[in-house]
């Protein structure tokens, strides 16, 4: 089963509110990172937040990182129809080797 | 700047048949990367490159095989194509991993192979 898991898996909000997805992970981490993808084309990195941070803030995203829990969440705060898209979150593990491992994603939806 | 650049974007195979997916940046990354990802799923790493002369396994390696021609580039190859391997085909590439500590990567557009 994959290191990574969001949820939910997708998520319909009209334009101007709140959108957050969670990811769960399963053993340490190094760092945790999350990405958006528009439809077809490649990941675009949106924030890392190393282990020994709780709250990273990038314009109107907000990530949380909550180790004893091994969670993280992606808050994006006034919602705009652009920010449609699939988000997800990967972690980096040390398996003889640091490995970036991707969740299935979070599907949001942004109504106009 | 190109930044990821992979070719082609687009290709149909016919079981059994070979082919090889070209990556190449133009940041100076030592480390690349070639994931698969398959309908409403994340993706899987197939192989990485942590520096120029090393390639490692990943997630879903079967099948696959790499090769790190120099520091900008890193190929893909399927010898013998099955349909099981129709996904669409990331590279991607990053700074190396130092000190316990590891970057963001940066993707391509992808090579939307199907394999009949």
């Known amino acids: 089963s994959q290191q990574g898991e969001e949820d939910p898996q997708a998520l319909s909000i009209q334009e101007g509110e709140n959108a957050t997805m969670n990811c769960s992970y399963k053993?340490?981490?190094?760092?945790l990172q999350w990405y958006r993808q528009n439809s077809g084309r490649g990941l675009v990195h949106l924030i890392l937040?190393?282990?020994?941070?709780r709250e990273k803030h990038s314009g109107r995203l907000r990530v949380t990182l909550d180790t004893s829990k091994k969670s993280s969440s992606l808050l994006i705060t006034a919602s705009r129809a652009a920010d449609t898209a699939s988000y997800f979150c990967a972690t980096v593990v040390n398996t003889g080797g640091f490995k970036t491992i991707f969740g299935a994603g979070t599907r949001l939806f942004v109504k106009a | 700047n190109a930044g990821v650049t992979q070719t082609p974007k687009f290709q149909v195979l016919k079981t059994g048949q070979s082919m090889t997916l070209q990556c190449a940046q133009d940041?100076?990354?030592?480390?690349m990367y070639w994931y698969r990802q398959d309908p409403g799923m994340g993706l899987r790493l197939i192989y990485y490159?942590?520096?120029?002369?090393?390639?490692d396994k990943g997630e879903v390696p079967n099948g696959y095989n790499v090769s790190r021609l120099n520091k900008r580039e890193f190929s893909l190859r399927l010898e013998s194509a099955a349909p099981s391997q129709t996904s669409v085909y990331f590279c991607?590439?990053?700074?190396?991993?130092?000190?316990?500590?590891?970057?963001?990567?940066?993707f391509g557009p992808g090579t939307r192979l199907t394999v009949t």
């Open positions: 937040i190393r282990s020994n941070e």
């Open positions: 053993t340490s981490i190094n760092n």
């Open positions: 940041m100076n990354h030592n480390s």
């Open positions: 490159s942590a520096s120029e002369g090393t390639t």
């Open positions: 991607a590439s990053s700074e190396m991993a130092t000190g316990g500590f590891t970057y963001e990567q940066y």
